[in-house]
């Protein structure tokens, strides 16, 4: 039998580079290549994005966009890794763990939208306590996240790991000021929200790793009387998820946002008492948030175990 073929388009960016990484030693699939003189070619991206079973976009809003339009092959199947197709119509969010239904459409599509890392982290929480009813779905939320600099893709990455960077780039730097983060719409929408989260994202001087903190009054929440009954709450919904886990109640220290650096899995840490509770999803923005996400969805849409090649 033939092996899958899979393409990444936009191979040299910070997400194709590590799909390709998680991919290079597969037995199991052929990965196509484009050469480095032809790689902004339309024309030659277009056959092998045809010729291709799978097709990865690791590209900008617009270009991803673009990209979309030139696969005319019904057989050929997209897995987005940028930002604009998470809500649009006729394409699948993929984070399979939400439920069995998302699961199964992630399985079966032909166009699948890779969540964002930060966007990532809240969902995967606040899905599973919306849909149990402990979150109203018309509760006012706020959610921080930790990220490493590695998220901000090769331009950030220069500027950080350049000898003569500015001293401020030492300090966490606190950005999104707007409160229209690029990743909000598809928090609230996935989560069937009423309201866009306050979501406040903070860029420190450490690579890869992310953090994000949902803070919760319990008097807000239906069916739980403290922190630890929403722990238990998380731990039943994730309780067969291979990729998040969801750790023992409490948590002994303090939560270091590199910790799953190099990882494929999420934790979500519960912390708090009687009257307020924190979850902390914790991972790697390049692992669960972008390019092992993406992986896992491909070993889905392909029939593999969902595992496979990834860091687990």
């Known amino acids: 039998?033939?092996?899958?073929?899979?393409?990444?388009?936009?191979?040299?960016?910070?997400?194709?580079?590590?799909?390709?990484?998680?991919?290079?030693?597969?037995?199991?699939?052929?990965?196509?290549?484009?050469?480095?003189?032809?790689?902004?070619?339309?024309?030659?991206?277009?056959?092998?994005?045809?010729?291709?079973?799978?097709?990865?976009?690791?590209?900008?809003?617009?270009?991803?966009?673009?990209?979309?339009?030139?696969?005319?092959?019904?057989?050929?199947?997209?897995?987005?890794?940028?930002?604009?197709?998470?809500?649009?119509?006729?394409?699948?969010?993929?984070?399979?763990?939400?439920?069995?239904?998302?699961?199964?459409?992630?399985?079966?599509s032909k166009r699948v939208a890779n969540p964002g890392c930060h966007a990532s982290g809240f969902v995967i929480p606040v899905y599973a306590l919306v849909e149990m009813g402990v979150i109203p779905k018309d509760l006012p939320l706020t959610a921080f996240s930790l990220t490493g600099y590695s998220g901000g893709g090769k331009k950030m990455i220069a500027e950080y790991e350049d000898e003569n960077r500015p001293a401020e780039l030492s300090s966490p730097r606190i950005y999104g000021l707007t409160l229209k983060h690029k990743h909000i719409p598809e928090?609230?929408?996935?989560?069937?929200?009423?309201?866009?989260?306050?979501?406040?994202?903070?860029?420190?001087?450490?690579?890869?790793?992310?953090?994000?903190?949902?803070?919760?009054?319990?008097?807000?929440?239906?069916?739980?009387?403290?922190?630890?009954?929403?722990?238990?709450?998380?731990?039943?919904?994730?309780?067969?998820?291979?990729?998040?886990?969801?750790?023992?109640?409490?948590?002994?220290?303090?939560?270091?946002?590199?910790t799953l650096a190099g990882s494929d899995k999420m934790q979500l840490i519960v912390n708090g008492h009687e009257d307020q509770t924190i979850v902390t999803a914790l991972f790697d923005n390049l692992g669960k948030g972008a390019s092992g996400s993406a992986v896992q969805n491909m070993n889905i849409m392909l029939g593999f175990d969902e595992t496979a090649g990834l860091n687990v």
């Open 1 to 108: 039998m033939a092996k899958p073929l899979v393409y990444i388009d936009g191979q040299s960016g910070t997400t194709g580079l590590q799909i390709a990484d998680r991919l290079g030693s597969r037995t199991d699939i052929e990965l196509l290549k484009i050469s480095d003189e032809k790689h902004r070619d339309v024309e030659e991206r277009k056959r092998i994005m045809n010729e291709a079973d799978i097709v990865f976009f690791c590209l900008p809003d617009d270009a991803a966009k673009e990209a979309a339009e030139l696969v005319v092959n019904p057989k050929t199947r997209i897995i987005d890794a940028a930002t604009v197709h998470r809500v649009a119509p006729g394409w699948d969010y993929g984070i399979p763990e939400l439920s069995g239904e998302r699961r199964a459409a992630i399985a079966a």
């Open 187 to 258: 928090m609230q929408k996935i989560c069937g929200l009423t309201h866009a989260p306050v979501f406040l994202p903070v860029v420190d001087d450490y690579y890869k790793g992310m953090a994000v903190t949902l803070m919760l009054h319990n008097s807000q929440l239906t069916g739980v009387k403290s922190a630890q009954d929403v722990q238990k709450k998380l731990e039943e919904w994730y309780a067969d998820a291979k990729m998040v886990q969801v750790h023992g109640f409490g948590y002994d220290g303090m939560i270091a946002a590199n």
